[in-house]
């Protein structure tokens, strides 16, 4: 039980760690340093999209040909769809961008910059109470290790992912106190999701397969469609690809190994 309470908590730490940075850095930050750390997250949400989501749900569907990769193909198509209505349907501010994304609203550019990281943090919610419910059912071997090395690698690539959304709420004005809470409040969304997740685990059984591979392809729709692109612009976008490796080597190395 504590090992199902460090997994859940994990995420969200990292969320708070990284978004107390703003306690510590100017009220900018720099693009290179943004450039790495949007790439490191980058190569961690692949990384676990593969290790941890892909390769267990395509052993788990246990059967041969077509039939074997058709839960991981459907999920990872639904779970890209999914993100790419909840991007079109609610609106949000990337950090770095002067327009919006979504429907016109009222909202404050703070409220919708918080809207967007709470958005990325959902994938990774729901992959970490996806690994945790696969672990709870005893299929597809996932043992602990597998679970809290999926949650220590989202973890460590929500550090960046706290800093780089509380730094720009910072220098839209709000307090350094501010920026922090709605930072790290954002990252609730992830033990949210993970426990609903958890809790219809046994209803969910069935589709174990078919939610690994949602989880993946809700979390690589978040990379394709913002983080490597955005770790891509300006000058030196090498080191957004040197933090990729970094953070594919790091998720990979920590699957295998814990796992």
């Excluded at 978004?19 to 850095?25: D, G, H, I, N």
């Excluded at 074997?68 to 079109?88: C, H, K, N, R």
């Excluded at 109470?129 to 460590?156: E, K, N, P, R, W």
Aim: net charge negative; glycine share 10%; hydrophobic share 55%.
């Amino acid at each position: 039980m504590d090992g199902l309470a460090l997994a859940l908590t994990v995420p969200f730490a990292g969320t708070v760690l990284g978004a107390a940075f703003v306690f510590l850095m100017r009220d900018t930050m720099s693009g290179r340093l943004q450039r790495s750390l949007l790439g490191f997250a980058s190569g961690v949400m692949v990384a676990a999209a593969v290790w941890s989501l892909l390769l267990p749900s395509i052993e788990m569907a246990g059967c041969d040909g077509f039939a074997s990769v058709a839960p991981a193909a459907t999920g990872l198509l639904a779970g890209m769809g999914f993100l790419y209505l909840i991007d079109v349907l609610i609106p949000h501010l990337h950090p770095g961008d002067s327009s919006p994304e979504g429907p016109q609203s009222h909202l404050s550019r703070t409220s919708m910059l918080a809207l967007a990281v709470t958005i990325h943090n959902i994938p990774e919610g729901m992959a970490v109470g996806v690994v945790i419910a696969t672990m709870l059912q005893g299929v597809c071997d996932m043992t602990a290790a597998s679970a809290l090395a999926v949650s220590l690698g989202i973890a460590i690539q929500n550090i960046p992912e706290g800093a780089i959304i509380s730094m720009p709420l910072r220098a839209e004005g709000n307090t350094r106190k501010r920026a922090f809470a709605i930072g790290a409040l954002s990252g609730l969304v992830e033990p949210i999701g993970s426990i609903t997740i958890i809790l219809l685990a046994s209803t969910l059984q069935p589709i174990l397969p078919f939610l690994l591979a949602f989880a993946a392809g809700s979390m690589l729709y978040v990379v394709v469609e913002e983080l490597i692109p955005e770790a891509s612009q300006g000058e030196h976008s090498n080191l957004g690809t040197i933090g990729f490796a970094i953070g594919f080597v790091l998720m990979m190395v920590l699957d295998i190994v814990l796992g």
